[in-house]
């Protein structure tokens, strides 16, 4: 229970607490003692990532699956075939409505009823994300992520030639920015935060073409190539935040193993929501297995990148078999 309260705080913005000895498992306990005397081995550190196998690998999947979902759309309404229609807002596939959760929920308070189709697209889509992990959403299908991440590298390889320095913001802004949306389409009855959210202008592009509205993705971009970093996805968009809040019981997870970790930080460099991977700090982990928070996307890149493999996919409900 306090896992998940600490997790939907997270969610919200509150940064992540040092825990209490009392909140520590003997066994976890243990483990810290033996390594607080430990000095980092970097030598070791970079030995270990040159033998890891299948680098990238998870990014590899992660970004075919992207491109795949997002093209299977343009497909379907190519060639009239009756697959995956509509766009990432609203869609039906294989007949099956589906909604965007924000999007429905959005729609819901603009038009102040709640309309059947509608219900039924959000009930099947919040099971579908449920069982794959929430925020999973974002990583996995989400077009606008995909430009982000690469906008990142182009911030980062600035960062790293001291071109442009990051500017941080507080993460709570994006909580923020979830009730401003949820007000203005309850007071205007119009989804005003639709009009704006990269995820559905670069989907609909995809799908029926470029239009104007391109241009304010562009903007998004060069802000997070030249101000801060991914800070769309970081402060502002509330679906990050509602997806969240599917996977807080998701059983579609990735774990943290604390026994081998090196506690070198390498996993909080590449994350996106890198507050979930403070479980990773010594002597942070509260347990020798522990779930990352909510905010976590599923993108594996802490699982590509984690020299020891301590940051694992887990299916919750299969290792409870084991
Ligand atoms: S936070 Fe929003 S824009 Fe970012 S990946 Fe998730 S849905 Fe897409
Ligand atoms: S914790 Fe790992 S899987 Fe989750 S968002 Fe961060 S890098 Fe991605």
């Known amino acids: 229970m306090k896992y998940l309260v600490e997790s939907f705080m997270q969610l919200l913005g509150r940064?992540?607490?040092k825990p209490e000895k009392d909140d520590i498992t003997p066994a976890?306990?243990?483990?810290?003692?033996?390594?607080?005397?430990q000095k980092l081995d970097m030598d070791e550190v970079r030995r270990l990532h040159d033998?890891?196998?299948?680098?990238?690998?998870?990014?590899?999947?992660?970004?075919?699956?992207?491109?795949?979902?997002?093209?299977?759309?343009?497909?379907?309404?190519?060639?009239?075939?009756?697959?995956?229609?509509?766009?990432?807002?609203?869609?039906?596939f294989l007949g099956f409505h589906m909604a965007d959760l924000n999007s429905a929920l959005q729609v819901m308070l603009a038009f102040k009823t709640v309309l059947i189709n509608l219900l039924i697209g959000t009930v099947?889509?919040?099971?579908?994300?449920?069982?794959?992990?929430?925020?999973?959403?974002c990583s996995w299908v989400c077009p606008y992520h995909l430009l982000s991440e690469w906008a990142e590298k182009i911030h980062l390889w600035l960062a790293q030639k001291k071109l442009v320095k990051d500017i941080p913001f507080h993460r709570a802004i994006r909580s923020v920015f979830y009730v401003i949306f949820a007000l203005l389409a309850f007071a205007t009855g119009y989804t005003v935060f639709e009009a704006i959210s990269p995820t559905g202008i670069v989907s609909r592009a995809i799908i029926y073409g470029p239009s104007l509205a391109l241009l304010w993705v562009l903007f998004l971009l060069l802000f997070e190539i030249f101000v801060s970093r991914r800070a769309w996805c970081r402060y502002v968009c509330p679906i990050g935040i509602t997806y969240g809040v599917v996977g807080l019981l998701s059983p579609m997870r990735v774990t943290y193993v604390l026994e081998d970790c090196?506690?070198?930080?390498?996993?909080?460099k590449v994350c996106l929501v890198p507050h979930v991977l403070d479980v990773t700090i010594k002597g942070r982990a509260t347990d020798t297995r522990v779930p990352v928070g909510a905010d976590c996307t599923r993108c594996g890149m802490c699982v590509d990148v984690c020299p020891t493999n301590s940051l694992r996919y887990e299916f919750s409900w299969l290792e409870q078999l084991k």
């Open 15 to 17: 940064a992540p607490t």
């Open 28 to 37: 976890a306990q243990e483990i810290h003692f033996y390594k607080r005397g």
């Open 51 to 92: 033998e890891k196998q299948g680098k990238n690998k998870w990014l590899k999947r992660r970004w075919a699956t992207l491109l795949f979902v997002n093209l299977l759309f343009v497909v379907s309404y190519y060639f009239d075939i009756q697959l995956l229609e509509g766009a990432l807002t609203a869609s039906r």
């Open 124 to 137: 099947t889509v919040f099971v579908l994300w449920f069982l794959v992990g929430g925020r999973s959403f």
């Open 262 to 268: 090196k506690h070198e930080g390498d996993c909080r």
